[in-house]
T-cell receptor, first 113, second 116 residues
Framework: KNQVEQSPQSLIILEGKNCTLQ??????????LRWYKQDTGRGPVSLTI?????NTKSNGRYTATLDADTKQSSLHITASQLSDSASYIC????????????FGKGTTLSVSS | DTAVSQTPKYLVTQMGNDKSIKCEQN?????MYWYKQDSKKFLKIMFS???????INETVPNRFSPKSPDKAHLNLHINSLELGDSAVYFC???????????????FGPGTRLTVL
């Protein structure tokens, strides 16, 4: 069954700290993996997109890693800011036309001062 | 200069009514989508259109009908609204390649539908 599991479900950290969010997937065949940030009351915004051959990709303070062998991805946030408070959604593409994007349920991150 | 816009932002209506949500993108993209986000914040694809042609229709009740007058617009019409239709509906667009391709999807701000 094609699934994307994210952990933790929610996370609270202090401003300035680092954190890592996890994504495990059982989607096959794999095409690409995306991380989205969704602020409360807004649409998701793409942070990174990685294909099978990419192990890591950065976008400012956000760094995503991908291990296609173990089917795991992580999103590392460095020096967190209050504006990082949001839901982070992992999405895996099956690479075929049709029902190709499988969404995780997201990790809700709260950054406090 | 909003990339993907939706109207209305909030929609409150009675059960049994028919309503529409409009979506427009000014990015020149070929593919547009409708997503539903439930109360648990889980996003699920409903429809995808590529150049005005339907390419994905998930197991969505036929009370939901997407309409694409041109490739910059994808409207969602809902007949006989039910309580379970209450959710946030997001429109999105991508350059090309269809669903699941490498192309980044740009999302609209969402429309919060409440059915009473």
């Amino acid at each position: 069954k094609n699934q994307v599991e994210q952990s933790p479900q929610s996370l609270i950290i202090l401003e300035g700290k680092n954190c890592t969010l996890q994504c495990n997937y059982t989607v096959s065949p794999f095409s690409n993996l995306r991380w989205y940030k969704q602020d409360t009351g807004r649409g998701p915004v793409s942070l990174t997109i990685m294909t099978f051959s990419e192990n890591t990709k950065s976008n400012g303070r956000y760094t995503a890693t991908l291990d296609a062998d173990t089917k795991q991805s992580s999103l590392h946030i460095t020096a967190s800011q209050l504006s990082d408070s949001a839901s982070y959604i992992c999405v895996v593409s099956r690479g075929q036309a049709g029902t190709a994007l499988i969404f995780g349920k997201g990790t809700t991150l709260s950054v406090s001062s | 200069d909003t990339a993907v816009s939706q109207t209305p932002k909030y929609l409150v209506t009675q059960m049994g009514n028919d309503k529409s949500i409009k979506c427009e993108q000014n990015l020149g993209h070929d593919t547009m989508y409708w997503y539903k986000q439930d109360s648990k914040k889980f996003l699920k694809i409903m429809f995808s259109y590529n150049n005005k042609e339907l390419i994905i229709n998930e197991t969505v009740p036929n009370r939901f009908s997407p309409k694409s007058p041109d490739k910059a617009h994808l409207n969602l019409h809902i007949n006989s609204l039910e309580l379970g239709d209450s959710a946030v509906y997001f429109c999105a667009s991508s350059l090309d390649g269809g669903y699941g391709s490498y192309n980044e999807q740009f999302f609209g701000p969402g429309t919060r539908l409440t059915v009473l």
